[in-house]
């Protein structure tokens, strides 16, 4: 059973850095395809950056691009995301999900993804 733990949110104000982490458990993640997407009060879900397990390609959405990082950390089956100088319209609940797949058809489908974690929640102030 995939196990998905996010940690790290908070409020901040804006043009401020936070780093999310998502603890990952229950499987060899080799093959997985990971990613982040987050959901605004009142909006759909959308994705925001995904990650190649093994191989570190790494997929942004514009509104992330040049601001966050996506990255893993093998030894602790580790995922983060790094938010960087980051907006009011930035606050939502951020989700870490997991797909048991190399491939990055779809990588930005929530429909790919059957594994979720609770979300955690970043609040940026003006």
């Known amino acids: 059973q995939v196990q998905l733990v996010e940690s790290g949110g908070g409020l901040v104000q804006a043009g401020g850095s936070l780093r999310l982490s998502c603890a990952a458990s229950g499987r060899t993640f080799g093959s997985y395809t990971m990613g982040w997407f987050r959901q605004a009060p009142g909006k759909e879900r959308e994705f925001v950056a995904a990650?190649?397990?093994?191989?570190?390609?790494?997929l942004y959405a514009d509104s992330a691009k040049g601001r966050f990082t996506i990255s893993r950390d093998n030894a602790k089956n580790t995922l983060y995301l790094q938010l960087n100088n980051l907006k009011p319209e930035d606050t939502a609940v951020y989700y870490c999900a997991a797909q048991p797949s190399s491939s990055l058809l779809l990588y930005y489908s929530i429909g790919k993804y059957p594994y979720w974690g609770q979300g955690t929640q970043v609040t940026v102030s003006s």
């Open positions: 990650i190649r397990w093994s191989a570190g390609n790494t």
